[in-house]
C-alpha cells in the first residue's frame, strides 16, 4: 500500500463514521446503531445500519459495507487513493507524498478536472466573440441574461475541427489529454479532432464545483442535437444530476425533474432553483437516490409528449424507492416548462407547481387514456391494470382512496374495485412469500457469502473463522491466545487473509479496525467482512470462545486433510487395478 499504514490509521481514527454518513444520510438511532434509507440503492424502509462502536457501515439491502474510506469510495465513486485524499481534506490532515500508482492514478485525475476547467473557460470566452455570435444569439433568444449565462457558465464551441484542441495546446495539453477528457475523439485513421463543434455548451458541475462533464446543442441540422461527454474517470452520468451543485442549497423544499438543460436553467432564471436535469439519460435509481439527500418531495416536469408521458412514468417508482414524495405537474397550453413561463409568467408557473398532480391520480388517468370505457371488454382491461397498479401501494389507505378513483372513472362500485385490489394484492404477497420460502428452505445458501468468488467450501469451519476475526477486531490482546493458530489452517482463503493481516498489524502496534484495511481489501471482500464483523461477540468470554473456534478450525481442518488422504489411495489404488488389468490381458 503506497500511503504509510500509521497515516491511514490516524485518519481512520479522526473520522467518526456518524459524523460522516450524516453529511449524506438521515440517521435515526434504534438501540446502539443508526439507521437510515441506504444511499447505494433505492428503498423506501431503512436497511442501512452505521455502528459507531465498530466504526463501520452496513446495508442489509444491497450488501454493501465496510468503514471510512469504503464510504467515501463508494459513495463518491472514487479510488482509495482519492478517497483518502477527501477524508484527509476533511480531517485537515496533509497526505505524505508517495508516488507510485496509485498516486499517478490521483495525479491524472486531478489533471483531467483542470482540463475541464481550461476548457468551460475557453468556450465561454468563445460565446462573445465573433465565431460565437450564432451561439449567443441562440441562448438570447430563448431569454436567458447574461448573469445566467455566467452563473451556469454557458459557452460555444467554434465550427472548428481543432478550435479546442489548438487552444488547450497553448496551456501545455496534447491531444492524449483532451481525449481522456472526452473532448476529442478519435476516428478510425487515427485522427484526433474536436468532440464538441458549432454547438453551445453546458457545463456539469459535480457537487464539490468541479467541471466533470459538458454537454452540447447543435446550431445547425447536425445529429445528434444533443451530445454529451463519454463517461470518464471523473464522470459518470447515472451518478450526476444537471445543477444539483445549486439545487442542493434551496430552501424550496422540493426537487423540479426537467427533461433538459434548458428547461432547468429557464427555471432557475424564474427564480426556481430547485429545478434539475437529469445527463443525456433517463432517470436512474442512482440519480433518485442522489436527489433524497437534500429533498423529501419530487415535482416531475416532463414535457407532454409521448416520450415525457413514458420518462415519467420510469422515474415515478424510482423516486418513491428512494423515499421521496413524487406529484407531476402536466403543463398545458405549452410544449415545456420554459415556454409556459415565457407565455404566462413565473406567478402562472407556481400556481402550477402548486397544483401538481398526485402521480396515482396521473398514472390512473394514463392508464385510463389506453382504453376505451365504452367498451366492456376495454373497460374490464383498464381496472385488470389499474388493480396491478394500485396493489403494489403500501397503504391500504392509498389503495381504498384511489381504487375509488379508478372506480369512478370505469362506472362500477367502490366496494368492487376494492375488492379486485384486494385479490390482486394477495396474489402478490402469495407470490413474494413463496418465493421468501424457498430462500428459507436453503439455511446453507443463507450463510454463504453473497459474492459467489467468496463461497465457503466448509460453513462449519468458516462460522469458526469469522468468531476468530471478529474477536480480532475487538481485541488485538488476544493475539498471544492464538496457539500458534495461522490464516493457512482456515477453510475460506479470505478469512484466512485477514485474519494473517489482523496478527501481523497487531504485532506491529497498528489499528485492527475493520476501516483500516481498507487498502487491502477488494470492495466485495469489504462488504462481506462488513457483514462478519456486525455479528454479536461477546468478549466476556472471550478467550473460552476462542479456543472453541479454535478446536472447530482444526478439527474440520483435521477432516479434510482426512477426506483428501481418502481420495489419494483411492485415486492411486484405481490407478493401479487398471494397470493390473492391462498387464493381465496383454498376450
Same mark, same amino acid.
Given at each position: 500500500?503506497?500511503?504509510?499504514?500509521?497515516?491511514?490509521?490516524?485518519?481512520?481514527?479522526?473520522?467518526?463514521?456518524?459524523?460522516?454518513?450524516? /453529511?449524506?444520510?438521515?440517521?435515526?438511532?434504534?438501540?446502539?446503531?443508526?439507521?437510515?434509507?441506504?444511499?447505494?440503492?433505492?428503498?423506501?424502509?431503512?436497511?442501512?445500519?452505521?455502528?459507531? /462502536?465498530?466504526?463501520?457501515?452496513?446495508?442489509?439491502?444491497?450488501?454493501?459495507?465496510?468503514?471510512?474510506?469504503?464510504?467515501?469510495?463508494?459513495?463518491?465513486?472514487?479510488?482509495?487513493?482519492?478517497?483518502?485524499?477527501?477524508?484527509?481534506?476533511?480531517?485537515?490532515?496533509?497526505?505524505?507524498?508517495?508516488?507510485?500508482?496509485?498516486?499517478?492514478?490521483?495525479?491524472?485525475?486531478?489533471?483531467?478536472?483542470?482540463?475541464?476547467?481550461?476548457?468551460?473557460?475557453?468556450?465561454?470566452?468563445?460565446?462573445?466573440?465573433?465565431?460565437?455570435?450564432?451561439?449567443?444569439?441562440?441562448?438570447?433568444?430563448?431569454?436567458?441574461?447574461?448573469?445566467?449565462?455566467?452563473?451556469?457558465?454557458?459557452?460555444?464551441?467554434?465550427?472548428?475541427?481543432?478550435?479546442?484542441?489548438?487552444?488547450?495546446?497553448?496551456?501545455?495539453?496534447?491531444?492524449?489529454?483532451?481525449?481522456?477528457?472526452?473532448?476529442?475523439?478519435?476516428?478510425?485513421?487515427?485522427?484526433?479532432?474536436?468532440?464538441?463543434?458549432?454547438?453551445? +455548451?453546458?457545463?456539469?458541475?459535480?457537487?464539490?464545483?468541479?467541471?466533470?462533464?459538458?454537454?452540447?446543442?447543435? +446550431?445547425?441540422?447536425?445529429?445528434?442535437?444533443?451530445?454529451?461527454?463519454?463517461?470518464?474517470?471523473?464522470?459518470?452520468?447515472?451518478?450526476?444530476?444537471?445543477?444539483?451543485?445549486?439545487?442542493?442549497?434551496?430552501?424550496?423544499?422540493?426537487?423540479?425533474?426537467?427533461?433538459?438543460? +434548458?428547461?432547468?436553467?429557464?427555471?432557475?432564471?424564474?427564480?426556481?432553483?430547485?429545478?434539475?436535469?437529469?445527463?443525456?439519460?433517463?432517470?436512474?435509481?442512482?440519480?433518485?437516490?442522489?436527489?433524497?439527500?437534500?429533498?423529501?418531495?419530487?415535482?416531475?416536469?416532463?414535457?407532454?409528449?409521448?416520450?415525457?408521458?413514458?420518462?415519467?412514468?420510469?422515474?415515478?417508482?424510482?423516486?418513491?424507492?428512494?423515499?421521496?414524495?413524487?406529484?407531476?405537474?402536466?403543463?398545458?397550453?405549452?410544449?415545456?416548462?420554459?415556454?409556459?413561463?415565457?407565455?404566462?409568467?413565473?406567478?402562472?408557473?407556481?400556481?402550477?407547481?402548486?397544483?401538481?398532480?398526485?402521480?396515482?391520480?396521473?398514472?390512473?388517468?394514463?392508464?385510463?387514456?389506453?382504453?376505451?370505457?365504452?367498451?366492456?371488454?376495454?373497460?374490464?382491461?383498464?381496472?385488470?391494470?389499474?388493480?396491478?397498479?394500485?396493489?403494489?401501494?403500501?397503504?391500504?389507505?392509498?389503495?381504498?382512496?384511489?381504487?375509488?378513483?379508478?372506480?369512478?372513472?370505469?362506472?362500477?362500485?367502490?366496494?368492487?374495485?376494492?375488492?379486485?385490489?384486494?385479490?390482486?394484492?394477495?396474489?402478490?404477497?402469495?407470490?413474494?412469500?413463496?418465493?421468501?420460502?424457498?430462500?428459507?428452505?436453503?439455511?446453507?445458501?443463507?450463510?454463504?457469502?453473497?459474492?459467489?468468488?467468496?463461497?465457503?467450501?466448509?460453513?462449519?469451519?468458516?462460522?469458526?473463522?469469522?468468531?476468530?476475526?471478529?474477536?480480532?477486531?475487538?481485541?488485538?490482546?488476544?493475539?498471544?491466545?492464538?496457539?500458534?493458530?495461522?490464516?493457512?489452517?482456515?477453510?475460506?482463503?479470505?478469512?484466512?487473509?485477514?485474519?494473517?493481516?489482523?496478527?501481523?498489524?497487531?504485532?506491529?502496534?497498528?489499528?485492527?479496525?475493520?476501516?483500516?484495511?481498507?487498502?487491502?481489501?477488494?470492495?466485495?471482500?469489504?462488504?462481506?467482512?462488513?457483514?462478519?464483523?456486525?455479528?454479536? /461477540?461477546?468478549?466476556?468470554?472471550?478467550?473460552?470462545?476462542?479456543?472453541?473456534?479454535?478446536?472447530?478450525?482444526?478439527?474440520?481442518?483435521?477432516?479434510?486433510?482426512?477426506?483428501?488422504?481418502?481420495?489419494?489411495?483411492?485415486?492411486?489404488?484405481?490407478?493401479?487395478?487398471?494397470?493390473?488389468?492391462?498387464?493381465?490381458?496383454?498376450?
Amino acid at each position: 500500500m503506497a500511503i504509510p499504514e500509521q497515516f491511514i490509521d490516524e485518519l481512520v481514527q479522526r473520522t467518526d463514521i456518524v459524523d460522516l454518513v450524516s /453529511e449524506y444520510v438521515r440517521l435515526t438511532k434504534k438501540g446502539r446503531n443508526y439507521w437510515g434509507l441506504c444511499p447505494f440503492h433505492a428503498e423506501k424502509t431503512p436497511s442501512f445500519s452505521v455502528s459507531p /462502536e465498530k466504526q463501520i457501515f452496513k446495508c442489509f439491502g444491497c450488501g454493501k459495507g465496510g468503514g471510512v474510506i469504503n464510504f467515501v469510495m463508494e459513495q463518491e465513486n472514487l479510488p482509495f487513493i482519492d478517497a483518502v485524499e477527501v477524508l484527509a481534506k476533511r480531517a485537515n490532515l496533509a497526505v505524505p507524498e508517495t508516488g507510485g500508482g496509485s498516486a499517478g492514478m490521483r495525479e491524472r485525475r486531478e489533471r483531467l478536472l483542470e482540463i475541464n476547467r481550461q476548457a468551460a473557460r475557453v468556450f465561454h470566452r468563445w460565446l462573445y466573440e465573433p465565431e460565437g455570435r450564432e451561439g449567443l444569439d441562440y441562448l438570447r433568444r430563448r431569454g436567458l441574461s447574461k448573469a445566467t449565462l455566467t452563473n451556469f457558465g454557458l459557452g460555444f464551441a467554434l465550427n472548428r475541427w481543432d478550435g479546442l484542441i489548438t487552444a488547450l495546446a497553448e496551456q501545455g495539453y496534447d491531444k492524449r489529454d483532451l481525449l481522456d477528457a472526452g473532448l476529442a475523439v478519435s476516428n478510425k485513421d487515427g485522427r484526433i479532432y474536436d468532440r464538441f463543434r458549432n454547438r453551445v +455548451m453546458f457545463p456539469i458541475i459535480d457537487l464539490r464545483g468541479e467541471v466533470i462533464g459538458f454537454g452540447g446543442r447543435v +446550431m445547425g441540422d447536425s445529429t445528434p442535437k444533443y451530445l454529451n461527454s463519454p463517461d470518464t474517470p471523473v464522470y459518470n452520468k447515472s451518478r450526476n444530476v444537471f445543477a444539483l451543485n445549486i439545487a442542493k442549497k434551496s430552501k424550496a423544499g422540493r426537487v423540479i425533474l426537467t427533461e433538459g438543460y +434548458m428547461d432547468t436553467i429557464s427555471l432557475h432564471q424564474a427564480g426556481f432553483d430547485s429545478a434539475v436535469a437529469s445527463l443525456g439519460t433517463s432517470l436512474t435509481a442512482e440519480h433518485a437516490q442522489l436527489l433524497s439527500r437534500y429533498f423529501q418531495n419530487a415535482v416531475i416536469s416532463y414535457d407532454g409528449d409521448g416520450a415525457g408521458v413514458a420518462a415519467a412514468q420510469r422515474a415515478i417508482p424510482l423516486l418513491e424507492k428512494a423515499g421521496l414524495k413524487v406529484k407531476v405537474l402536466q403543463v398545458r397550453g405549452a410544449k415545456d416548462p420554459d415556454e409556459f413561463i415565457k407565455k404566462y409568467g413565473r406567478e402562472a408557473f407556481a400556481r402550477l407547481l402548486d397544483e401538481s398532480e398526485n402521480h396515482i391520480d396521473y398514472r390512473l388517468e394514463k392508464i385510463r387514456a389506453k382504453y376505451d370505457l365504452e367498451d366492456d371488454s376495454q373497460r374490464v382491461d383498464f381496472l385488470r391494470e389499474a388493480a396491478g397498479m394500485l396493489a403494489v401501494l403500501p397503504s391500504p389507505v392509498e389503495r381504498e382512496i384511489y381504487a375509488g378513483h379508478a372506480a369512478r372513472m370505469a362506472g362500477i362500485t367502490a366496494e368492487t374495485m376494492a375488492q379486485e385490489v384486494k385479490k390482486e394484492r394477495a396474489r402478490r404477497v402469495s407470490r413474494e412469500k413463496k418465493q421468501q420460502e424457498r430462500k428459507n428452505l436453503a439455511p446453507a445458501a443463507q450463510r454463504q457469502p453473497a459474492q459467489r468468488g467468496l463461497r465457503y467450501t466448509n460453513i462449519r469451519s468458516a462460522r469458526a473463522e469469522e468468531g476468530v476475526v471478529r474477536l480480532m477486531l475487538l481485541d488485538p490482546a488476544l493475539l498471544g491466545e492464538m496457539d500458534g493458530l495461522i490464516g493457512a489452517e482456515f477453510s475460506s482463503p479470505l478469512l484466512g487473509k485477514v485474519f494473517d493481516l489482523l496478527c501481523r498489524r497487531a504485532r506491529d502496534g497498528l489499528s485492527t479496525r475493520l476501516s483500516a484495511l481498507a487498502g487491502e481489501l477488494e470492495p466485495e471482500e469489504m462488504d462481506h467482512l462488513a457483514l462478519v464483523a456486525g455479528q454479536p /461477540e461477546s468478549l466476556t468470554n472471550s478467550r473460552d470462545s476462542l479456543r472453541d473456534y479454535i478446536a472447530v478450525i482444526r478439527g474440520e481442518l483435521a477432516r479434510r486433510s482426512s477426506a483428501d488422504a481418502d481420495a489419494l489411495l483411492r485415486e492411486t489404488q484405481k490407478k493401479y487395478l487398471e494397470k493390473k488389468a492391462y498387464m493381465e490381458e496383454k498376450p
